[in-house]
């Protein structure tokens, strides 16, 4: 499980040296993430608990934005039944940014990619993934900022396989299965903008 997020961190930064060259943003995030539910045999539903969730970007200015990339870890547990997920997001972005006074810009942006779930209930733990984020950035300097972002995450999850719990209240077995073909997810994310 290590060497998949040491590898997908290693391809982020591998894929922004090529762009070493030029201005390099770099920015870590420590944020919330909301949103995914589970069914069982009986037709009720399961929230993936909302967590911590960690991501970096890594970007270059183009235009009057940025493109690069975007990773994100969340370590989720569904409520009441206390199967554990890791839902990891793998994403190439574009953002389009817009000042507002000395020091403050906003910006919007659009991310293509790949989500990894590592859950037990599931055999195919790869889908397509995609996203869109707002945010508010204040410069402190030309190298640093802070930034503020609120991101839609969806997925497309493998609903027709499905694993075996067990319910903590009264100890019996149940099936669950992802609700739909397609899992949505919101994350509230604060983070530092370096550039290189």
Not at 107 to 114: M, Q, T
Not at 181 to 189: E, G, L, T, V
Request: hydrophobic share 35%; aromatic share 16%.
């Amino acid at each position: 499980m290590n060497y998949k997020i040491g590898w997908l961190v290693g391809s982020i930064l591998l894929s922004s040296s090529m762009a070493a060259q030029a201005n390099v943003i770099v920015t870590p995030y420590v944020g919330f993430t909301g949103g995914g539910k589970v069914e069982d045999e009986n037709g009720r539903t399961y929230d993936l608990d909302p967590s911590i969730n960690y991501a970096i970007s890594v970007e270059t200015p183009f235009e009057m934005g940025r493109i690069g990339f975007f990773y994100s870890n969340q370590s989720s547990e569904l409520q009441d039944i206390n199967n554990s997920a890791d839902i990891h997001y793998l994403q190439f972005q574009s953002s389009i940014y817009y000042p507002l006074s000395q020091g403050w810009q906003t910006y919007v942006g659009l991310g293509i990619g790949a989500s990894y779930a590592d859950v037990d209930w599931v055999n195919d733990k790869y889908g397509f993934s995609g996203s869109a984020f707002a945010g508010l950035e204040y410069e402190f300097s030309k190298t640093f900022a802070m930034t503020a972002q609120i991101r839609w995450l969806g997925t497309v999850v493998d609903n027709d396989t499905s694993g075996a719990c067990v319910l903590p209240t009264d100890g019996s077995s149940c099936i669950i299965k992802f609700e739909t073909d397609w899992m949505n997810q919101f994350q509230s994310n604060i983070g530092f903008t370096f550039r290189f």
